[in-house]
């Protein structure tokens, strides 16, 4: 079953770091984009970094810039990102999620079911 | 760049609904659609404008033209109350709009 395990949430205090990963499994994890999508509590999705297949292009929403870092390995079929200077409004789950295409203009087919990640002091 | 949802429609079963999502010039680029369900991951009902991914029921079509994209679900079932999102690249990066709570009355 074509499947996306995320990993690494949990709390975490302001101005901190986090690493979260997301493993794939039974899809060829190298022919496809990959984007990290959150959602705020009672908020709406929000695009956080997406990554092509072979890592040439990377693209992060403003919120993130210069904080965070969207990274994957080919060759362990896993994704990640990479936290810093956390702040309480990036409190959320975080969902992993594999594109159709390389990099744009296609969409987000397969899901993980998201990992949460909670700032606060 | 944003896109920009009404934040409820209401629809009655077996009636159509229509969802808008209106943006700078949108028609020149591919817009996708999600369906969220509380407590269930995203699923994609839509991309590159009109195409359905496998499983994904035929009364589940959409448009985009000018500055709005419509998602349309023909006759509406209880299983279809959902928020939905459409999604649409802009300088290589991906713009969700704020999303659309569908309730079926």
């Known amino acids: 079953e074509v499947q996306l395990v995320e990993s690494g949430g949990g709390p975490v205090q302001p101005g901190r770091s986090l690493r979260l990963s997301c493993a794939a499994h039974e899809l060829k994890f190298e022919n496809f984009a990959m984007h990290w999508v959150r959602q705020a509590p009672g908020k709406g999705l929000e695009w956080v970094a997406g990554i092509s297949w072979d890592s040439g292009r990377v693209g992060y929403a403003d919120s993130v810039k210069g904080r965070f870092t969207i990274s994957r390995d080919n060759t362990q079929n896993s994704l990640y990102l990479q936290m810093n200077s956390l702040r309480p409004d990036d409190t959320a789950l975080y969902y992993c999620?594999?594109?159709?295409?390389?990099?744009?203009?296609?969409?987000?087919?397969?899901w993980g079911q998201g990992t949460k990640v909670t700032v606060s002091s | 760049y944003e896109l920009t949802q009404p934040p409820s429609v209401s629809v009655s079963p077996g009636q159509t609904a229509s969802v808008t999502c209106s943006g700078d010039?949108?028609?020149?680029?591919?817009t996708s659609w999600y369906q969220h369900k509380s407590g269930q991951s995203p699923v994609l009902i839509i991309y590159?404008?009109?195409r359905r991914p496998s499983g994904i029921p035929a009364r589940f079509s959409a448009s985009n033209s000018g500055n709005t994209a419509t998602l349309i679900i023909s006759g509406t079932q209880a299983m279809d109350e959902a928020d939905y999102y459409c999604q649409a690249w802009d300088s290589s990066t991906v713009v969700f709009g704020g999303g659309t709570r569908l309730t079926v009355l």
């Open positions: 590159q404008d009109v």
């Open positions: 999620a594999k594109d159709i295409g390389i990099w744009e203009d296609y969409g987000m087919d397969v």
């Open positions: 010039n949108l028609g020149n680029k591919y």
